[in-house]
């Protein structure tokens, strides 16, 4: 693999926010790890530095950031090359919003980027992901790419779903339903889902900053396999030593108690916009990725082996 350089320019410069994530930790990892890529200046942006404690010692400076001024932005961005926006959620901190998490930061960091020089931008978005849309998730990952498309003319925008990966928030998730004897999912986990490997994800990042000057490209990265979440829960329980019985909760009564869960708290886990992105299915074609980018798309048994001590 070609070493990761600008123009002719040695080593390229790269601001990663949201670093302290599963993605952004990974990604650090990747791109400080492999010789190939020379040696890379890495800045991890994050909220606070205080809880960032995962990122001590792996080949990125840390920088603590305020994503909701675009001023304060400016000198953590000064001479970036290119930045991989991955700061976001489907559930906010709290006292933030979703407009916050997710439109408002990207437009501060992207505006921010484009000032200090910052020539290619690559972010993580959704599935379905529309201005237009009623859900408010995918209306404000739908307007944040929008702004990219404005501001940018190269990097990438991957549509991602699911991520799995041995310290995903996905997978945590997967372990902890496991450790109960009887699991209760809505319709029973009848959600089609298309999970995509951590690894992959990285690999779909590294390949967008090492061609940074493509023109801007959305791109469905899913992975191979479609199954049911049910499907994904038993697989991995097997590999667990883990067999749970599955409690159908109706879907009707579930989502009338997550709009009123939404009344109450706008920006609680079981809201009706967390809801309708969890127990809906957003399934997409593979987009661009499989004939323009070479990246790998690791199938489900795969993932579990690669992320679950197996068990006889």
Not at 103 to 118: M, P, W, Y
Not at 175 to 196: C, D, F, H, Y
Not at 217 to 223: E, F, K, M, T
Request: glycine share 10%.
């Amino acid at each position: 693999m070609t070493a990761l350089s600008v123009h002719g320019r040695s080593p390229i410069d790269i601001a990663i926010t949201g670093a302290n994530g599963a993605v952004g930790k990974a990604l650090i990892e990747r791109l400080g790890g492999n010789p190939a890529n020379g040696s890379p200046r890495l800045r991890a942006l994050v909220r606070d530095l205080g809880r960032s404690a995962n990122l001590r010692g792996l080949p990125a400076e840390l920088i603590q950031v305020d994503y909701d001024d675009a001023e304060s932005l400016k000198p953590a961005l000064d001479g970036a090359d290119c930045v991989a926006h991955l700061a976001g959620s489907l559930v906010p901190r709290a006292g933030d919003s979703l407009p916050g998490a997710n439109l408002l930061t990207t437009k501060n960091v992207a505006e921010a980027s484009r000032t200090q020089g910052v020539k290619s931008f690559v972010y993580l978005s959704f599935p379905g992901a529309d201005a237009r849309s009623e859900n408010e998730y995918l209306r404000t990952k739908g307007r944040a790419e929008g702004v990219i498309v404005e501001n940018f003319d190269s990097g990438a925008i991957f549509r991602v779903p699911m991520i799995l990966g041995p310290d995903t928030p996905a997978m945590h998730q997967i372990k902890r339903l496991l450790n109960s004897s009887v699991v209760p999912l809505v319709a029973g986990g009848s959600v089609r889902i298309q999970p995509i490997y951590l690894g992959d994800v990285i690999s779909a990042v590294e390949w967008a900053i090492l061609n940074s000057e493509a023109p801007l490209a959305r791109i469905n990265l899913v992975g191979p396999d479609t199954l049911f979440y049910r499907e994904l829960l038993m697989r991995a329980g097997r590999r667990l030593g883990k067999q749970p019985r599955i409690l159908t909760i109706p879907r009707g009564p579930a989502r009338v108690a997550s709009s009123i869960i939404s009344r109450f708290s706008p920006s609680s886990p079981m809201s009706r916009t967390v809801f309708d992105i969890i127990f809906y299915e957003h399934l997409c074609s593979d987009g661009a990725a499989g004939s323009t980018a070479p990246i790998p798309r690791t199938g489900v048994d795969e993932i579990l082996d690669l992320s679950l001590p197996h068990q006889e």
